[in-house]
């Protein structure tokens, strides 16, 4: 009972703690309308979209074994670009990186790893000094947050993804997917493309999804996120894990593959206004009273708005933005709002969605 004290005691303290590395730097996470949801097929035309100034490219790397030490473009230059859609708790990636020695070597090879942390918990996601070593993987390791090694490419039968932490079914269907693009072969130069999405988890625990907790992805927060790109070339033992190349993050510290307090911030962007109508009609409701019939309905139109006329088909209406209705009938209902500015007018209509017993 006192272990599990001091565990919910650390957890509680994770819980309220928002340090992240590299203060007043924050990068943005595009927001793709729902009818331009990128394909995970390695092709970069979904992404086409995106503007420049999402781009995290080699320029805000930093060699975490070597601070200061110059990038060489020639031999190693990357872009990423993170997206995320209204609705969906996922975060996209697409990474283009170009090399002049790929390695795909079975025991690691050259490694994109990502260190997610949705909720901006913090702390070391690897290990807590309140538990004996077997407790700290089965019951702590990555569940606050995750550490994907993914590799690229990972070679001939090897998986594309090593989770660094004791929950390996995030790394399949339907959690993630990915897709690879390259041409070239081990020790090779080349370009890769490498697209995929991750389900980021506030808890994601040993025995499955079933208790699971997904982090909920809204619009304007922040998440924690940071990878480093690990670059073997071609000079190096292969058994010398040590002897890498180079270890390049975004975070610029030493610790960025395991503790969440070195996450950078990324903001969840509101959709381009380019990639809009002018006017978009859109509503929620809450029961607040089922014997009462008594509804309230939430305006979340988009655009300059001036006037709201809602139908709520039992012969009432309303022009208040968000109106509380009580209706006069039961039944299974039509819904209609309609909006209107000086840039036109939308209309949406739910069938059904409200329910008076």
């Known amino acids: 009972m006192k272990r599990i004290v001091i565990v919910m005691l650390f957890l509680i303290a994770c819980s309220n703690s928002e340090a992240l590395e590299r203060p007043g730097v924050e ?21 086409d979209i995106v503007p420049d100034d999402y781009i995290i490219g080699t320029d805000q790397l930093s060699d975490e074994k070597t601070p200061g030490r110059p990038m060489n473009r020639e031999s190693l230059d ?10 969906l708790n996922r975060l996209y990636f697409c990474y283009e990186a170009y090399d002049d020695y790929w390695d795909m070597y079975f025991r690691r090879g050259d490694i994109f790893e990502l260190l997610v942390d949705g909720d901006l918990s913090g702390k070391d996601i690897i290990v807590n000094p309140a538990l004996d070593r077997k407790e700290n993987y089965f019951r702590y390791q990555g569940v606050l947050g995750q550490n994907y090694h993914i590799y690229t490419p ?3 039968g090897r998986d594309w993804a090593m ?21 070239f072969k081990e020790g090779e130069s080349g370009k890769l493309v490498l697209e995929f999405w991750i389900t980021p988890f506030d808890y994601a625990p040993y025995d499955g999804p079933e208790r699971a907790v997904v982090s909920k992805l809204v619009e304007d927060t922040i998440v924690g996120l940071t990878w480093t790109i690990i670059d073997y070339d071609a000079d190096n033992d292969h058994d010398n894990i040590q002897d890498d190349s180079g270890f390049w993050s975004i975070s610029h510290h030493r610790r960025s593959y395991r ?21 978009e009609a859109e509503w929620s409701f809450t029961v607040l009273d089922m014997d009462r019939r008594l509804v309230a309905f939430q305006d979340e139109s988009y655009g300059e708005i001036t006037s709201w006329l809602w139908d709520f088909d039992d012969g ?6 968000h109106p509380v209705h009580e209706f006069q009938r039961q039944g299974n209902l039509v819904i209609t709002l309609n909006v209107e500015g000086p840039q036109g007018t939308a209309k949406r209509i739910k069938v059904w969605d409200v329910v008076i017993k």
Do not use: H
Not at 165 to 175: A, E, M, Y
Not at 259 to 279: H, K
């Open 78 to 87: 990357v872009k990423v670009r993170v997206g995320w859609v209204k609705g």
């Open 163 to 183: 989770i660094w932490g004791c929950q390996p079914w995030i790394n399949d269907l339907p959690w993630s997917n990915y897709a690879y693009n390259y041409d």
């Open 316 to 321: 009432t209406t309303s022009t208040e933005q």
């Open 154 to 156: 990972p070679g001939a």
């Open 259 to 279: 503790d969440a307090d070195t996450c950078v911030a990324f903001r969840l962007m509101p959709i381009l206004p380019e990639l809009r109508e002018p006017i």
């Open 27 to 47: 990068f943005k996470i595009f927001q793709f309308p729902k009818n331009m949801i990128p394909g995970i097929d390695g092709n970069t035309d979904d992404w």
